[in-house]
């Protein structure tokens, strides 16, 4: 055995602006050879071919009087965010092309920022978007009128939002493809933006930055990066909301309740300002807000948020319970603000977050056939929904063409004399400033090890930095330099630095022993989750009544609203404790990554129920989260729990339609119109009220509607409004505040030739004079009514 003064590599999390500690390679000197993710970024790009560019270009060309060359596509590609997918591919084929130097991606391309620089000159203003009545919603907002909502800017659908994703396209055209032309129009499309609001003052453009825009603030920050122009960084600064930086930057919590990718972007843009213009405000806003979520929001695969917000740190029954679990969007924007503080800091603990959402989220949220998720249900023996090519235009299929492009971004990084070595995938680094590579050879995490060859043409000092991750136990890693076997003394969490004059051919291994480990959902509340090594372990409950399992181009089409497998009958744990979990499971021979649950499991059908990875598992009903009881409580909660599961069972079969008022997807999707209406959140559940109104289409499927049922809050009063459909009023309501401190539910019937070959109802609620509407907090379609 030979002994190496190995040293250890960690900076802490502290609030002081740090500046930037490590650089990431660009995608065009990491190459990923092998291995599941090559196959997913393979897999990507055949549905990238299978959008037509033409199509996606249409609202573009429309807004610029140009006659497009095709039909549009639809979806949420005509009903509002017309072009919003465009940017995304944009930006998925120019980090395709920079990672794989494929000429397709470059062919594709180039025709389309050909398309789009005709788009701008016909514009003549340096525009370019497809947002639906582009000209009169510019001038709008040119002349100081603003009428902002969480979803929606002067009636339109998050136009700051859409337009975000023209100018991350373009930013990604310049910086991973190095095309000119993008960059030339980038800069023309922020100088036409900047003559845009430039009348505006601070406060009109706080009040504009309530509708959801992206990351505007981070793209402009780039703009400055790529022009050293202040002019630029002042435009970010001045597009990052107050609301936000200012409390998270003092650690204060108002995260409950807030639609969670709305304000995800917005701390990608305080970090990269932070790093360019060192302001500690910025940057401890985003630290704060990363502490916050990943310590406490966060799911064992990486994702965040129910129903697309925030739910309570302490209660995460809603998770589990629904249909809508993590959105994919959420943790695509996470590990984008983990890249971007360990750059910062090269502290090992964004790895680990981001090894963790990169291979239990990101990875699994893809077909192996092709096709995008965008909820993750947490409820035990649920399913996903895959997006089609035709079909599906929504936010987390914009998203997931660049989540498969990109593996290779955060493997290596460097600073001066030093790589880091941060995940375990098959790939290949060039250092060109050493004119050295090297290459990682491994099967990870099939097997527990991997291999580096360092290549040069001469000696080269050098020191590589190896993470130690945390879930290799203290002692338990195993390192050799050509074959012989070194002695370290770093501990989990830190990097392992070996400097030494490297020459060609030199190879390390790492063994990287991984063990079984139970985790609790964050609230404590009784449901695990097994992972092996940074692995998160799945269990297949079935694959009947996956309804929509290939979604239509419906609003709705994204969400799995098939039956629900009753909790009473999902798998769960019986054991006395967690470190009993873990003796019951016992690895399968001869199968890596899948183990058997043996007798532990209740009921019996699951009995021998296997776990596996769950990135492995699609098409098919599964379980990530089980619940774990001892035998003496079990009777106990099945009773409890059977009484739940019948009256949760009994409404979803008279429900037709639901809306929940307040949150922005359900009412974008149920096509919410208002006047002077406001939404919020009260103990934790979301609502909208309104000194004028505000309607929803609902769709009355099969015609069958008798009754809707709206949900209001005991302790309201003072409140008069009528409730229309179609135009007629069905009833008028006073809230007086006697029902007190809870919620409840009232039940209108609803006249059968209202609703008779009536495929949409329009559902008003409209304030009497100088009353209000509301709160609402839920309205329901149902097929009964009580007699």
Same mark, same amino acid.
């Given at each position: 055995?030979?002994?190496?003064?190995?040293?250890?590599?960690?900076?802490?999390?502290?609030?002081?602006?740090?500046?930037?500690?490590?650089?990431?390679?660009?995608?065009?000197?990491?190459?990923?050879?092998?291995?599941?993710?090559?196959?997913?970024?393979?897999?990507?790009?055949?549905?990238?071919?299978?959008?037509?560019?033409?199509?996606?270009?249409?609202?573009?060309?429309?807004?610029?009087?140009?006659?497009?060359?095709?039909?549009?596509?639809?979806?949420?590609?005509?009903?509002?965010?017309?072009?919003?997918?465009?940017?995304?591919?944009?930006?998925?084929?120019?980090?395709?092309?920079?990672?794989?130097?494929?000429?397709?991606?470059?062919? &594709?391309?180039?025709?389309?920022?050909?398309?789009?620089?005709?788009?701008?000159?016909?514009?003549?203003?340096?525009?370019?978007?497809?947002?639906?009545?582009?000209?009169?919603?510019?001038?709008?907002?040119?002349?100081?009128?603003?009428?902002?909502?969480?979803?929606?800017?002067?009636?339109?659908?998050?136009?700051?939002?859409?337009?975000?994703?023209?100018?991350?396209?373009?930013?990604?055209?310049?910086?991973?493809?190095?095309?000119?032309?993008?960059?030339?129009?980038?800069?023309?499309?922020?100088?036409?933006?900047?003559?845009?609001?430039?009348? &505006?003052?601070?406060?009109?453009?706080?009040?504009?930055?309530?509708?959801?825009?992206?990351?505007?603030?981070?793209?402009?920050?780039?703009?400055?990066?790529?022009?050293?122009?202040?002019?630029?960084?002042?435009?970010?600064?001045?597009?990052?909301?107050?609301?936000? &930086?200012?409390?998270?930057?003092?650690?204060?919590?108002?995260?409950?309740?807030?639609?969670?990718?709305?304000?995800?972007?917005?701390?990608?843009?305080?970090?990269?300002?932070?790093?360019?213009?060192?302001?500690?405000?910025?940057?401890?806003?985003?630290?704060?807000?990363?502490?916050?979520?990943?310590?406490?929001?966060?799911?064992?695969?990486?994702?965040?948020?129910?129903?697309?917000?925030?739910?309570?740190?302490?209660?995460?029954?809603?998770?589990?319970?629904?249909?809508?679990?993590?959105?994919?969007?959420?943790?695509?924007?996470? &590990?984008?603000?983990?890249?971007?503080?360990?750059?910062?800091?090269?502290?090992?603990?964004?790895?680990?977050?981001?090894?963790?959402?990169?291979?239990?989220?990101?990875?699994?949220?893809?077909?192996?056939?092709?096709?995008?998720?965008?909820?993750?249900?947490?409820?035990?023996?649920?399913?996903?929904?895959?997006?089609?090519?035709?079909?599906?235009?929504?936010?987390?299929?914009?998203?997931?063409?660049?989540?498969?492009?990109?593996?290779?971004?955060?493997?290596?990084?460097?600073?001066?004399?030093?790589?880091?070595?941060?995940?375990?995938?098959?790939?290949?680094?060039?250092?060109?400033?050493?004119?050295?590579?090297?290459?990682?050879?491994?099967?990870?995490?099939?097997?527990?090890?991997?291999?580096?060859?360092?290549?040069?043409?001469?000696?080269?000092?050098?020191?590589?930095?190896?993470?130690?991750?945390?879930?290799?136990?203290?002692?338990?890693?195993?390192?050799?330099?050509?074959?012989?076997?070194?002695?370290?003394?770093?501990?989990?969490?830190?990097?392992?630095?070996?400097?030494?004059?490297?020459?060609?051919?030199?190879?390390?291994?790492?063994?990287?022993?991984?063990?079984?480990?139970?985790?609790?959902?964050?609230?404590?509340?009784?449901?695990?989750?097994?992972?092996?090594?940074?692995?998160?372990?799945?269990?297949?409950?079935?694959?009947?009544?996956?309804?929509?399992?290939?979604?239509?181009?419906?609003?709705?089409?994204?969400?799995?609203?098939?039956?629900?497998?009753?909790?009473?009958?999902?798998?769960?744990?019986?054991?006395?404790?967690?470190?009993?979990?873990?003796?019951?499971?016992?690895?399968?021979?001869?199968?890596?990554?899948?183990?058997?649950?043996?007798?532990?499991?209740?009921?019996?059908?699951?009995?021998?129920?296997?776990?596996?990875?769950?990135?492995?598992?699609?098409?098919?009903?599964?379980?990530?989260?089980?619940?774990?009881?001892?035998?003496?409580?079990?009777?106990?909660?099945?009773?409890?729990?059977?009484?739940?599961?019948?009256?949760?069972?009994?409404?979803?079969?008279?429900?037709?339609?639901?809306?929940?008022?307040?949150?922005?997807?359900?009412?974008?999707?149920?096509?919410?119109?208002?006047?002077?209406?406001?939404?919020?959140?009260?103990?934790?559940?979301?609502?909208?009220?309104?000194?004028?109104?505000?309607?929803?289409?609902?769709?009355?499927?099969?015609?069958?509607?008798?009754?809707?049922?709206?949900?209001?809050?005991?302790?309201?009063?003072?409140?008069?409004?009528?409730?229309?459909?179609?135009?007629?009023?069905?009833?008028?309501?006073?809230?007086?505040?006697?029902?007190?401190?809870?919620?409840?539910?009232?039940?209108?019937?609803?006249?059968?030739?209202?609703?008779?070959?009536?495929?949409?109802?329009?559902?008003?609620?409209?304030?009497?004079?100088?009353?209000?509407?509301?709160?609402?907090?839920?309205?329901?379609?149902?097929?009964?009514?009580?007699?």
């Amino acid at each position: 055995m030979r002994r190496l003064v190995i040293g250890l590599f960690a900076l802490g999390s502290f609030c002081i602006h740090a500046q930037q500690q490590v650089e990431v390679f660009p995608l065009d000197q990491v190459s990923v050879t092998t291995g599941v993710f090559k196959q997913a970024s393979e897999t990507d790009f055949n549905y990238i071919q299978k959008l037509n560019a033409d199509r996606l270009l249409v609202p573009f060309l429309r807004e610029a009087g140009l006659k497009p060359k095709a039909a549009s596509y639809t979806n949420w590609e005509n009903t509002g965010l017309d072009g919003h997918i465009l940017g995304h591919y944009v930006s998925a084929l120019s980090m395709y092309l920079a990672s794989t130097n494929d000429a397709k991606a470059e062919e &594709l391309l180039d025709y389309t920022l050909s398309e789009l620089q005709g788009v701008q000159e016909a514009n003549g203003n340096g525009y370019i978007g497809g947002i639906p009545g582009s000209s009169d919603l510019w001038q709008e907002i040119k002349s100081g009128k603003i009428e902002a909502g969480s979803f929606s800017l002067n009636s339109k659908w998050v136009p700051l939002y859409n337009i975000h994703k023209t100018f991350a396209g373009l930013k990604d055209a310049w910086v991973h493809a190095g095309k000119g032309d993008a960059k030339d129009m980038l800069i023309k499309l922020t100088d036409w933006f900047v003559d845009v609001t430039k009348d &505006l003052s601070d406060a009109q453009v706080q009040d504009m930055l309530r509708s959801e825009h992206g990351g505007l603030n981070e793209v402009f920050a780039e703009v400055y990066k790529i022009t050293d122009d202040k002019t630029y960084l002042e435009l970010a600064k001045r597009f990052s909301e107050k609301a936000l &930086l200012n409390p998270l930057s003092e650690n204060k919590d108002i995260l409950t309740g807030m639609h969670a990718n709305t304000q995800i972007p917005k701390f990608i843009g305080f970090e990269r300002i932070s790093q360019l213009s060192h302001d500690s405000i910025y940057h401890n806003s985003a630290l704060h807000f990363y502490n916050n979520v990943t310590q406490h929001r966060s799911l064992s695969i990486g994702g965040n948020s129910v129903r697309e917000h925030f739910n309570p740190i302490e209660d995460f029954s809603s998770v589990l319970v629904g249909e809508q679990g993590p959105e994919t969007c959420n943790t695509y924007n996470m &590990l984008k603000l983990s890249k971007l503080l360990y750059e910062d800091t090269g502290d090992n603990k964004y790895i680990e977050f981001y090894e963790r959402g990169l291979y239990n989220h990101i990875l699994s949220s893809q077909n192996p056939n092709g096709g995008f998720v965008y909820f993750t249900p947490m409820r035990p023996g649920h399913y996903r929904v895959y997006s089609q090519p035709e079909t599906s235009f929504w936010c987390c299929v914009g998203s997931g063409l660049e989540n498969h492009t990109k593996y290779n971004e955060l493997i290596y990084a460097k600073k001066e004399d030093t790589l880091y070595v941060n995940l375990f995938i098959p790939s290949k680094v060039n250092w060109k400033e050493k004119q050295a590579t090297l290459t990682q050879n491994t099967n990870f995490p099939e097997e527990a090890k991997t291999e580096l060859v360092w290549q040069s043409k001469k000696k080269t000092n050098a020191t590589l930095k190896l993470r130690y991750p945390t879930w290799v136990k203290p002692d338990e890693l195993k390192l050799f330099i050509n074959k012989k076997l070194l002695t370290i003394e770093t501990q989990p969490g830190h990097y392992i630095f070996i400097t030494r004059k490297w020459k060609k051919g030199d190879t390390i291994e790492m063994q990287l022993p991984m063990h079984l480990g139970v985790e609790q959902i964050p609230d404590k509340s009784g449901y695990v989750s097994v992972k092996y090594g940074p692995i998160v372990l799945a269990a297949v409950t079935g694959e009947d009544n996956q309804v929509g399992l290939f979604a239509d181009d419906s609003r709705g089409g994204h969400i799995a609203n098939g039956p629900f497998l009753p909790l009473t009958e999902a798998p769960m744990f019986v054991s006395e404790n967690l470190q009993s979990i873990l003796k019951n499971i016992k690895p399968v021979e001869g199968k890596p990554l899948t183990f058997s649950t043996g007798d532990m499991v209740y009921p019996n059908q699951f009995k021998g129920l296997v776990l596996q990875p769950f990135y492995k598992i699609h098409e098919k009903r599964y379980a990530i989260y089980f619940k774990n009881e001892t035998p003496k409580s079990l009777a106990k909660m099945q009773q409890a729990l059977e009484k739940k599961q019948k009256a949760e069972a009994y409404l979803r079969a008279i429900t037709i339609d639901y809306v929940a008022p307040g949150e922005q997807q359900p009412e974008s999707d149920h096509g919410i119109e208002s006047e002077q209406s406001n939404n919020g959140v009260h103990q934790n559940r979301h609502w909208r009220d309104a000194s004028g109104w505000f309607s929803y289409n609902m769709k009355n499927k099969e015609h069958k509607a008798k009754a809707l049922r709206v949900t209001y809050f005991g302790g309201d009063t003072g409140r008069t409004f009528n409730i229309l459909i179609n135009g007629m009023q069905i009833s008028e309501v006073t809230l007086d505040g006697s029902k007190g401190n809870v919620f409840y539910d009232v039940d209108y019937e609803i006249p059968s030739d209202l609703t008779k070959e009536k495929d949409i109802l329009n559902v008003r609620f409209e304030a009497k004079a100088g009353s209000v509407a509301g709160g609402i907090y839920g309205v329901r379609l149902i097929s009964e009514t009580k007699n």
